[in-house]
């Protein structure tokens, strides 16, 4: 396909494809002529992984850059899963954690494969820090059934992605399910939430129409 139908087809407009290119994060198509080049399906999956990526994920282009690098290389799984980790993760300097939270992310994960540096267990224990700053306790058991919901929802990114059966595909869904997991679960999370709070306390009034003109 020329330019203009894949960015018909994909959505995007021509600017925006010449800049995926410009940014590597999209290949260039087949010449066909001068100034002409014919494009592949794999462009047009790639031009909607990215927007994924982006739109959805909230990724930098730099961040989509080094994970759409871990799909394409030959990298083991377990490197593409830390580079997706780290692209979705802020940065955090375990100096700024108290060894207090850390010590209760570890009692939480107890008998799970965790690094030391990982980015997930940096962050929990900031967020376990900052539950003790503004005064939330733990009192039946909070922190724990969120990690026994971590290890299910991790099981499920394991078992889809055995499902795969090229290193390609593996890789993708390495980085899809990372990436879009998060806005997954934590979309779910919320419904769920209503769900559990209309079954205990009742459903919440309806509504009242707006007649604003």
Known sequence: MRMAELSTR?????????YYQRE?????????????????????????????????????????????????SERSLPETFEIAQHSV????????VSAEALA???????????????????????????????????????FDRYAAAALLAAEADIDELDARVDRAAKGETVVVGTVLGDKLFSGLRRAAQEHIAALRYGQPPEAAPDHTP
């Open 10 to 18: 994909s959505g995007t407009p021509v600017a925006t494809i010449k």
């Open 24 to 72: 590597t994060l999209l290949a260039g198509g087949e010449r066909s002529g001068p100034n002409q080049a014919l494009y592949a399906e794999s462009h047009l999956e790639r031009i909607r992984l990215i927007r994924g990526l982006t739109e959805v994920g909230g990724l930098s282009v730099a961040a989509v850059r080094r994970v759409l690098e871990a799909i394409d």
């Open 89 to 96: 993760s802020a940065t955090i300097d375990e100096s700024t």
């Open 104 to 142: 209760r992310v570890d009692a939480l994960t107890a008998g799970w494969h965790v690094s030391a540096a990982n980015p997930g267990r940096l962050a929990a224990a900031r967020v376990v820090d900052t539950f003790a700053e503004v005064g939330q306790i733990d009192v039946r058991g909070w």
